[in-house]
């Protein structure tokens, strides 16, 4: 069986795009064409690299918070800690630490300022341990400062209690007593503790207003628990995002627990965020639609000029598959074309975005966590850019070529 030779068509479609021709009018379609292709290409480039960076701008924040992986009873809102052997735990060789947590919603006040927010106990190396007083903004991430207890709070708590580190005044814990109440003195119901504070984080996060750090052991005293906790933090030595060792964590723990990772633990903002991705990437996609729509008439026009150059092709035994594929490729050309400088082009406005940050968020730039646009580029967006120009143009070429069916050679109609 002979073989289908794509070399000639190939070459002939490369000529009528490069080499001059009679008609200057198709030159300048093809051109407009190639243009439309590029902007669009260019702008679906930025566009999601614009929304990577912001996409990992968020990861980051919620990771400075986050652990890498968090353990919970798959009933209840607490647990013995001594139900999971926590030095097995310790053997995976890539995790650096294992860190017991006992956290719930207490009522602070400091003088005549209240707010309802989350108590979170833990070990007070934990701070030192898992990194996470990196965020801290004003005073000391200690919870043991000077062999006192003391509390950390969230920037936002702060604010509401409008704290400063420098007064003498502590700051007062209520939490609903399950052992003692007293509907005459509602008070006499919750049991009061004091702590000093030590410093004040900030992570741009929802956990600004939802969470304070203090001691575990005070944590326990606090809501008259004694050896429970409500989650087991888990942090590996190095950031990964295979997530490799859940099923082992599980493993151990048994089916009694749920293991999250630090996507799972934020599921329905990472997945809202892929799925805008989507539809961003979705919309954009249209835009270079219309634009390669342009071919249509590009190949059309081409097909009525090159009529005499078809007739003598056939004469000289040039298969209709052959002519067919000629157009094809002339299309799909003047696509990558289009679509590889545009590539270019994007990504050079994203580097320069990138060095110089030329473009602001906005007049009030200096209340946000970065004052520019972050900008990320991935090459998964490349290919898929590059790939969904390339199959569409495809697509409208072979719509295209239909018309040669309509042309006649040597009084016959061609087929």
């Not at 043991?144 to 814990?173: C, H, P, W």
Request: aromatic share 12%.
């Amino acid at each position: 069986m002979r073989k289908f030779n794509f070399q000639l068509p190939f070459f002939i479609a490369k000529r009528y795009l490069f080499s001059k021709k009679k008609h200057n009018f198709i030159n300048v379609i093809s051109l407009i064409s190639m243009i439309g292709i590029m902007v669009s290409s260019a702008a679906l480039i930025i566009v999601l690299s614009v929304f990577n960076g912001l996409q990992d701008l968020v990861e980051k924040s919620f990771n400075q918070f986050n652990p890498d992986y968090l353990i919970l009873p798959k009933e209840g809102k607490t647990f013995d800690s001594n139900l999971i052997d926590i030095s097995k735990l310790e053997q995976i060789k890539s995790l650096k630490s294992v860190e017991k947590v006992f956290s719930d919603m207490v009522l602070l006040s400091l003088g005549e300022k209240q707010t309802l927010t989350h108590v979170k106990g833990v070990d007070p190396a934990y701070p030192q341990r898992t990194g996470i007083d990196t965020i801290l903004y004003d005073g000391f991430f200690d919870l043991n400062k000077g062999g006192r207890e003391s509390v950390v709070l969230g920037a936002y708590v702060a604010g509401t209690l409008d704290l400063n580190l420098n007064q003498m005044e502590l700051i007062k814990f209520y939490y609903p007593n399950r052992t003692r109440k007293n509907l005459s003195n509602p008070m006499e119901s919750f049991t009061t503790l004091f702590l000093p504070a030590a410093g004040v984080f900030l992570s741009h996060t929802q956990y600004d207003e939802q969470y304070v750090f203090v001691p575990i052991e005070f944590a326990r005293e606090l809501t008259l628990h004694d050896n429970e906790v409500t989650s087991l933090e888990l942090f590996l030595k190095e950031q990964s995002n295979s997530f490799s060792e859940q099923k082992e964590i599980q493993n151990i723990v048994g089916d009694q627990f749920v293991v999250k990772n630090k996507y799972e633990q934020e599921e329905l903002l990472f997945k809202t965020m892929k799925s805008e991705k989507l539809i961003i990437f979705i919309i954009l996609l249209f835009v270079i639609l219309m634009a390669l729509f342009n071919i249509i008439g590009v190949i059309g026009m081409l097909i009525v000029e090159k009529r005499e150059d078809i007739e003598i092709m056939t004469t000289m035994g040039m298969k209709p598959s052959q002519i067919h594929t000629l157009f094809l490729t002339e299309g799909v050309l003047i696509s990558l074309i289009g679509g590889l400088a545009g590539l270019f082009v994007g990504s050079l406005l994203c580097w320069i975005q990138q060095t110089f940050k030329l473009i602001k968020l906005g007049p009030d730039s200096g209340a946000y966590i970065i004052s520019h646009y972050p900008v990320l580029m991935q090459p998964a967006d490349f290919f898929y850019v590059l790939t969904a120009v390339v199959v569409i143009s495809f697509a409208v070429s072979a719509i295209s070529i239909i018309g040669l069916k309509k042309i006649k050679t040597n009084n016959e109609l061609y087929r």
